[in-house]
């Protein structure tokens, strides 16, 4: 007889170190049945050859994913010089190569140049999709998808190193920024290409690197126990929410879905609800009038 393993009702978020040849999904579905969680998804891509932070949300923590996805994100690269690939990565076939003859003072001027709002053209090697496929099958199957251009932030951009045709590079950005367009276009603005070798996340949305696991150490852990203590509260998701605490009859009210009375508050939009004993009950919405109403709450 085949038993049916029994998945566990968690909430939380676990901070995992992405390892190079696991897609997104692969690494979240890795984390799930190690936790046997019954509900997880994640926070936005990173493609299969990069690595790096990629928070994790089991349960409730679904719910509010969404603050990650849309966050700014810090990341390490390092840009090959001289070799232009299909994907702008290290994954891709060599379409173009050049002798690279650049200084160290012409990187730093092309560097500072793409600090600000510019423009990328999303990579056809992308998860976005066009007409319900994504535009990496078209890829693969050799069409070219029209793209349109996309305004983008980059707050820093930092040199770590120069060294003969490698550039290592540390980019602060915006959500939607993709890293790989961002080496090509370094390159080809110093008139040799590029490519990327390497891409590490290192922040995404105030949550660090340095903080984060390895499935192996999951998989070590001797103890579900010691798996659980990992785990970050749901409401790390919107530390920087602005909050607010209700009593026992507004809280009852409130999870009713009803609007309660509250005294003081401020303009924010949203906030962050605790009840009694400092319980998370999830987001709401500011009424403007003193009031607030359920925008999205715990169903636990």
Sequence with gaps: MQFK??????????LLDKPAGFSSNQALQRAKNIYQAAKAGHTGNLDPF????????????TKFSHTLLDADKVYRAIIKLGTVTTTGDIEGEIVSQCPVSVTLAEVKIVLASFVGEITQVPPMHSALKHQGKPLYEYARAGV???RKPRQVMIYRL???DFRENELEIKVACSKGTYIRVLGEDIGAKLGCGGHLTLLRRLETGGFRLEDACTLEALEQ???????????????????D????????????????GQSV??????????????GPARKFLGVVENLGDGRVKPKRLLSE
């Design 221 to 239: 852990d001797s103890q579900q126990e010691d798996r659980d203590a990992r785990l970050l509260p749901v409401d790390a998701l919107l530390a």
């Design 241 to 256: 929410m602005p909050e607010i605490e209700l009593d026992t009859d507004s809280a009852f009210y409130l999870g009713q």
């Design 261 to 274: 009375w509250k005294t003081g508050l401020s303009s924010a939009p949203l906030f962050r609800a605790y």
């Design 158 to 160: 930092e040199l770590i």
């Design 144 to 146: 070219e998808i029209e």
């Design 50 to 61: 990069a690595t790096g932070l990629l928070p994790i949300c089991f349960g409730e923590a």
């Design 5 to 14: 393993r029994i998945k566990r009702p968690l909430s939380g978020v676990l």
